[in-house]
């Protein structure tokens, strides 16, 4: 990245600055361009503080050996796998009909529908990151941030949760068939059926665990306020395990939670009147 790092390359850089994975020339770009923008410095902050209030989240207990790396394991396998489909369908729809590719591309936080594909690539380098940066960018910040939440949460240090995504984002992957025993399941909005919005992690035991992550502007339903999420067994019971706020459809909650691998069968994230947001379902597709 160039050294004169400008305030729309900051915002897409910034969560990973606040989480400490940001790499050391990339830092310091950051840093210099803190100095002198006020407006910059303040969103920094804001995520840092996000992260600290994560402390409060600490346990008593330590968790099992090893449950950093398999989180990033985890989530850097999916991101992974994602990108490969996405381009894949990339290289299929270019000769599809002989049609010009249209794509969706993102712009100051809004979705700009019928773009054409070389118009979002020339506004992808007009911001000097190209294409294959990003993309490993999403990889190491959407592990960085599961992962640093989860290790927080656990009472890890930062070296540790920087040590497994660094290992992890720079060499190749654990196979994908190692055991770990941790629980993934898709969030999907209730209102936009199909739809993504968010990811949630579960850790089985007697000091089970759980992490959420929601984005229903993501999916084009944004909320604000509280919401609950209920873990849903199989016999159609519900548990509550925890409430969280969201601003604009984003959010996150961590904590205990009673997570009995054998019983549990899905989630749902409700508002106060019990209207259902989104659901997940976990099943054997997914052990992380």
């Known amino acids: 990245m160039p050294g004169d790092v400008a305030c729309e390359q900051l915002r897409e850089i910034g969560p990973e600055l606040a989480l400490g994975v940001l790499p050391g020339r990339e ?12 407006d910059c410095r303040e969103y920094v902050a804001q995520l840092t503080l996000v992260g600290d209030r994560l402390i409060g989240l600490l346990p008593c207990g330590e968790p099992p ?61 007009e911001t000097g990151i190209p294409r294959q940066g990003r993309r490993g960018r999403r990889v190491r910040l959407r592990a960085a941030s599961a992962a640093a939440a989860l290790a927080l949460a656990f009472g890890f240090g930062g070296w540790a949760v920087g040590t497994a995504i660094e290992e992890l984002t720079a060499g190749p992957s654990s196979p994908a068939g190692a055991p770990t ?92 009147d019990g209207t259902v947001l989104a659901t997940a379902q976990f099943g054997a597709s997914g052990l992380a």
């Open 181 to 272: 025993g941790m629980l993934r399941a898709a969030l999907v909005s209730a209102r936009a059926f199909g739809k993504s919005a968010g990811e949630i992690y579960a850790h089985p035991g007697p000091g089970g665990w759980l992490y959420m992550s929601v984005d229903l502007a993501d999916a084009g339903t944004p909320y604000d306020g509280k919401v609950s999420c209920l873990l849903v067994r199989h016999d159609g019971s519900t548990v509550r395990v925890g409430e969280l706020t969201l601003h604009k459809g984003y959010g996150y909650w961590a904590g205990p939670a009673p997570v009995d691998a054998s019983t549990l069968a899905g989630a749902r994230l409700t508002a106060p």
């Open 65 to 125: 050996v090893g449950f950093e790396t398999r989180v990033a394991q985890a989530l850097t396998r999916s991101a992974q796998g994602q990108g490969a489909q996405a381009e894949d369908g990339r290289a299929r729809g270019a000769h599809v009909g002989g049609a010009p590719r249209v794509e969706c591309v993102r712009t100051n936080g809004a979705q700009a529908q019928g773009t054409p594909a070389h118009e979002g690539r020339s506004r992808a380098h």
């Open 27 to 38: 830092r310091a770009g950051a840093v210099a361009h803190l100095d002198r923008c006020a």
